[in-house]
Nanobody, 125 residues
């Protein structure tokens, strides 16, 4: 098992920035691709970004490209999501997740084995 704990959420004005962090414990962190998902009220959980095991490959939801950056530090067992130029439509609970899929950059919910508890991000207009 891998335990994931997110932090860094909060309330920010439109145009502002937040950095979400994900701390992992348990099995070898570098064995897993890491992803960020989000769920807004009344909506399904959606993929936001993912990063390969080594960190060399990333993939983003179109609406966050150029604004969000995913990264990881395998030596520290952490992943992060830097969010800039935030918009009200980015408001959601954000989840960190780990995947043992053979895919380099998995993007589906069902490809992820471990999930954090979520952290709220609220962007005011």
């Amino acid at each position: 098992q891998v335990q994931l704990v997110e932090s860094g959420g909060g309330l920010v004005q439109a145009g502002g920035s937040l950095r979400l962090s994900c701390a992992a414990s348990g099995r070898t962190f570098s064995n897993y691709a890491m992803g960020w998902f989000r769920q807004a009220p009344g909506k399904d959980r959606e993929f936001v970004a993912c990063i390969s095991r080594s960190g060399s490959s990333t993939y983003y939801l179109d609406s966050v490209k150029g604004r969000f950056t995913i990264g990881r530090d395998n030596a520290k067992n952490t992943a992060h999501l830097q969010m800039n130029s935030l918009k009200p439509e980015d408001t959601a609970v954000y989840y960190c997740a780990g995947s043992s899929s053979r895919k380099l950059t998995p993007r589906r919910n069902d490809e992820y084995n471990f999930w954090g508890q979520g952290t709220q991000v609220t962007v005011s207009s």
